[in-house]
């Protein structure tokens, strides 16, 4: 629904691209999401094994990519049936806002514990100017180019923009090459209807991967990669476009229909960072389509709003896998399916307004999940079977404006998790899916205030309690890895935002999340110990960001910015322990306007004080190893890294 933040019932931070990423690299979404409290990202610098997020916990269980969190950029889904997301086709230089929904608060989206990251794109009605060529370049050979264009005439309005990213990387073998399309051209038919077509596209000739270092790899030389990464050239090929189109009619029987369609085509191969069945490829089709009305009614003396809609989103993957020698030949076939998902959920949502100060949020969602496999290599048995899940969710929440520039509000919340096609492999042998792995389900319980103070500082804190019961875990069975529900979990804690208007050129942002995050009951099998009340791995309990802006009014920024992590433990038995880090980066910048041009030139420096710490944690990777010294669980960052770029707009 459209509605202001102060009249949302649930924990929803919005962030403005061309101020979060003035100065920035722009390599990775973290550079631009930093600041919302609740929100941990990491593995910026390996592009192989894409971004990792993760919203209150949910999504840290992921050992590279995306899961627990939906994903949507400009209403289109990147988040599949099954609930793997990916964010390389995410073009970071056409943001031009972020809205992160921390906790499954809203109905609109099945399939996800953790939350919504919601990305509108730039339009030819919000950009700024007609256009603008940017360069940059800096240290471990980055080098990036964008080109961006739009603008309206009459009742029309287009878009276009085109990224290049060329990067050798910190580590060896950790060397990127990508390009991307991003376009958008929209109509209005009358006063009340307007279409858009957009279509965007992903090219990653390679990304290399230089797996995770044990400790003492990592002490001895942070830059290496593993022997068998660098032997058998780890990484992954992606080719990806989606075309779209969206329908907008805001006078259809006095409310407002929205709908959407897309389909998608993405090629992948992927070569892993150790020999055996590790060279992985697919050919994905994903299309889907949506639609949602929305209309305000009296009943009862109330005044009402709601919306109803219906997605249906189907993903159909061609997969193979093959076995590969130690000296990097392939030497076979070991797998060779069709994967077919199906999600389709209806929903409802009102927003009923009991008094001019209080208004209570009401929604249902209902899912069907269908899991299809038809095994086309059955030299090691039929491995085809059909799964089908049947969820529901539910959400309700109070606003309360005490005062005009002040809101409490409390919500109660469900969502559910199902399991992906790898995840539901059966341990049994077999053949099939795994009969007894069911979704793990989630409720989530949160109280927080927002608002202005003295007109100079706006404030979001939140108090939240999750408990998840049938949590979806893994462990080895025949040097295979499996997965049960094994778990119930708890995460609790707080996530305070505060931006303070110091001066009328000096802006300040702190954001702090504490959080504990634990096993209330699990035994980890593949460590063959109960590990009931541990921390959850890769977790930090206190994650803070803190950014101090300088802006005068003659084109000059200063900004510098401190991130901080406190410690983690890399597995499930927390033996092994990551100390905490903290990162400060700065950057600088001074734009010119002449007429209708302008040039803008700056230079950043990351980790300004050259500390040493990890980029990303591979959690439970090699786990089984008896001495924790031997577990690949490292990926270095860089140290000091400077970077400089120009902007030519007009």
Known sequence: ????????????????????????????????????????????????????????????????????????????????????????????????QATVLRGPASVLYGNATGGVIDIESLSGRNIRGNGELSLSSGADGFRKAHLKSGGQKGNAHYYLGLSGLNYDGYRDQSAVEKYQLNSRVGWELDNHQEIDLFLTALDTPYAEDPSGLTRLQAHTDRKQSTLLADRLDAGQEVDQQRLGFRYRNTSLAGGLLQARAFISQRDFTQQLPFPGSSLIDYQRTFYGVGVEYHHDLDLFGLQHRYLIGVDVDRQQDDRGRRNVSFNGAITGLSANEDQTATSSGVFIQTDTFLTDSITLSLGARA??????IKDDFLTDGNDSGEQQFNEGSFSAGV?????????????????????????????????????????????????????????????????????????????????RTFYENAAR?????????????????????????????????????????????????????????????????????VIGDVRFASSVYAENTNETRIGSHAVANARIGKRWDFNRQHLELHTGINNLFDREYYSNIRINTNSDRPNPDDRGYFEPAPGRTLYAGMTIGW
């Open 1 to 96: 629904m459209e509605r202001s933040l102060l009249d949302t019932p649930a924990a929803v931070s919005v962030v403005e691209a061309n101020t979060a990423q003035q100065g920035q690299q722009n390599i990775q979404l973290d550079e631009t999401l930093a600041r919302v409290p609740g929100l941990y990202l990491q593995n910026r610098y390996n592009f192989a094994q894409n971004q990792r997020l993760s919203i209150r916990g949910f999504g840290a269980r992921a050992p590279f990519g995306v899961r627990g969190l939906r994903i949507r950029v400009d209403g289109f889904p990147e988040t599949l049936p099954d609930g793997q997301s990916q964010v390389d086709n995410i073009d970071l230089d056409s943001i031009y």
């Open 367 to 372: 899912d069907r999940i269908q899991f299809k």
């Open 399 to 479: 606003a309360w404006h005490a005062l005009p520039a002040h809101t409490f509000y409390a919500s109660i919340s469900s969502a559910f998790e199902t399991p992906t096609f790898t995840e539901l492999a059966n341990p049994s042998g077999v053949g099939g899916f795994n009969p007894n792995l069911d979704p793990q389900n989630a409720l989530n319980k949160e109280v927080g205030m927002r608002g202005t103070i003295s007109d100079g500082l706006l404030y979001d804190m939140t108090l939240f309690s999750v408990s998840v019961k049938d949590e979806i875990t893994p462990y080895e069975l025949g040097g």
């Open 489 to 557: 979990t708890r995460r609790e804690g707080m996530e305070l935002s505060l931006e303070h208007f110091t001066t009328d050129t000096l802006t300040t942002t702190v954001a702090w999340t504490w959080a504990q995050y634990r096993f209330e009951r699990f035994v980890d099998q593949q460590q063959g110990m109960d590990v009931s009340d541990n921390h959850m791995p890769g977790l930090p309990q206190h994650i803070i960001f803190a950014e101090a802006a300088w802006r005068p009014s003659n084109g000059i920024f």
